[in-house]
């Protein structure tokens, strides 16, 4: 029985020495290295939704973020920013039964004098959602929701590339 404590005992405490030796990290936890920070974002449309959600997720992971591009160390360009619609599948009266929903931005990290430092990188999103031509109101309302999901998916995916390439630039002086 006293054998049997200590081994549970034993493994629970090598646990989280395992996992953080295999590279584990809890989402969100991956920050930009101190000696790129703090971070500028800069947007076409820095009002827009992606772009505030962006700065929330960037900051609950612990990103110092810089007001003014003058002060900060390095650069998160996001640019051409894209929202499509394109028709997957139609129906047997010739209607779109399916659509495929995209949003996309390209991303690049620069230092503070311009020069590159990671990307530039296409970051995407893709839902498919079914047309139901017999509830125009529910469909109309499930497309917003869901093209709102999708803005909060690709903030996410934009932080997560930063994590992605922070190893990276863990190395660079």
């Given amino acids: 029985m006293m054998s049997r404590i200590c081994t549970r005992l034993a493994l629970l405490l090598l646990m989280p020495a395992l996992l953080s030796a295999c590279g584990f990290q809890l989402r969100g936890s991956a920050a930009l290295p101190a000696q790129w920070q703090p971070l500028y974002v800069r947007s076409d449309s820095p009002n827009s939704e992606l772009h505030q959600l962006l700065l929330r997720e960037l900051e609950l992971r612990g990103v110092a973020l810089s007001r003014h591009a003058d002060n900060a160390r390095a650069l998160l360009q996001i640019s051409a920013v894209e929202d499509q619609q394109f028709t997957v599948s139609l129906d047997s009266d010739a209607l779109a039964a399916e659509y495929a929903l ?17 990307g530039p990188q296409q970051i995407q999103v893709r839902r498919v959602i079914i047309n139901d031509p017999n509830n125009p109101v529910g469909e109309e309302s499930e497309h917003d929701l869901l093209k ?26």
């Fill in 148 to 173: 709102r999901e999708m803005v909060r998916a690709l903030a996410l995916r934009i932080a997560d590339q930063l994590g992605f390439w922070a190893p990276q630039l863990d190395a660079t002086p």
């Fill in 102 to 118: 995209y949003q996309r931005a390209n991303i690049h990290l620069l230092d503070g004098s311009g020069e590159s430092l990671a």
